[in-house]
């Protein structure tokens, strides 16, 4: 039998070596009761283990363990502030400005001592030399003296009168109404002595030259004159009719542009044509007069033939 020194817990399984209640090592003892050692003796406990066993595990109380304290983290020092790159080029750069500006002050003040010094040197020699140019006088006698002959001042010129430019005449207004009402004229002049087949009143409000003529350039009023001679020849009967007129002068009034829808009617003994284009004449004003200097056709309608 076994039983525990400090609890009294007695076990009955010699094999256990600790108490199950405080982990104490247990002892033996015989049936009569535990062998009791002397009071003044110390007794020494022999061991049933193994000597290869572990020691014993005791078991704490977690009440009772001691309080580690960690240590505090050391509190972050003030850092002084320091100037930063920028600041301290702003003071250089200041302090370079400030001794600039003390060697300029001396400069400036010898500068000025010397312009004042040239500029009293050449007043001098200008008056100096007009003093000194001054008429002599020079004694050959004992009691006369004859002056040197002193040249005669120059005529002051006399001032000229700056010519103030004439301003060029600024160009008259153009009178559109008056430019559009004798284009109208023409124009229904124009289209009238055509329907009459008269060939001279048509032919008189064309200049003696076009710049173009509907696929030609520079033609003559003589080619002109062919075409609408065949056309009258072949056609007894002619109808033109003009709409939609819309006439441009340009900035001096001398040259203008007329848009128009031109639908014609033409019938022979064998042969008959109509049809509708959008046609432009080019017109300027020569001897007075207006004159077709162009004529061609910007977009064709319709043509029956």
């Not at 600039?100 to 200008?126: D, F, K, S, Y």
């Not at 559009?180 to 064309?206: F, K, P």
């Amino acid at each position: 039998m076994k039983r525990c020194p400090t609890c009294q817990s007695t076990y009955t399984d010699d094999s256990l070596r600790f108490c199950l209640q405080d982990g104490a090592t247990l002892l033996t003892v015989s049936g009569s009761g535990p062998t009791i050692p002397d009071a003044g003796k110390t007794m020494r406990m022999e061991s049933t283990g193994r000597p290869d066993d572990p020691p014993p595990t005791e078991i704490l109380n977690p009440s009772v363990l001691p309080t580690m304290y960690a240590a505090k983290s050391p509190l972050t020092a003030p850092q002084q502030s320091r100037p930063t790159e920028t600041g301290a080029h702003q003071e250089f750069i200041s302090t370079r400005t400030t001794t600039r500006n003390n060697a300029l002050i001396p400069i400036t003040i010898a500068a000025t001592v010397l312009l004042l010094a040239v500029g009293g040197l050449g007043a001098w020699l200008l008056f100096g030399n007009k003093n000194n140019n001054a008429p002599r006088s020079v004694r050959t006698g004992a009691d006369r003296t004859t002056a040197q002959p002193t040249a005669s001042p120059s005529p002051a010129p006399s001032p000229t009168t700056a010519t103030t430019p004439t301003p060029a005449a600024s160009p008259s207004p153009v009178n559109t109404a008056a430019v559009q009402s004798e284009v109208t004229a023409l124009l229904n002049g124009w289209a009238d002595s055509s329907m009459a087949r008269d060939i001279e009143s048509h032919m008189s409000y064309y200049a003696d030259t076009l710049d173009v003529y509907y696929n030609k350039t520079n033609t003559s009023a003589s080619a002109v004159r062919s075409d609408r001679k065949r056309a009258y020849a072949t056609y007894q009967t002619l109808d033109i009719r003009l709409s939609d007129i819309r006439i441009t002068p340009d900035a001096t009034g001398e040259r203008a542009t007329a848009v128009f829808d031109k639908t014609w009617s033409f019938e022979g003994e064998d042969k008959a044509t109509s049809g509708s284009v959008q046609q432009e004449l080019r017109l300027a004003k020569i001897d007075g007069r207006w004159r077709i200097t162009a004529e061609r056709d910007l977009q064709v309608y319709y043509v029956n033939r």
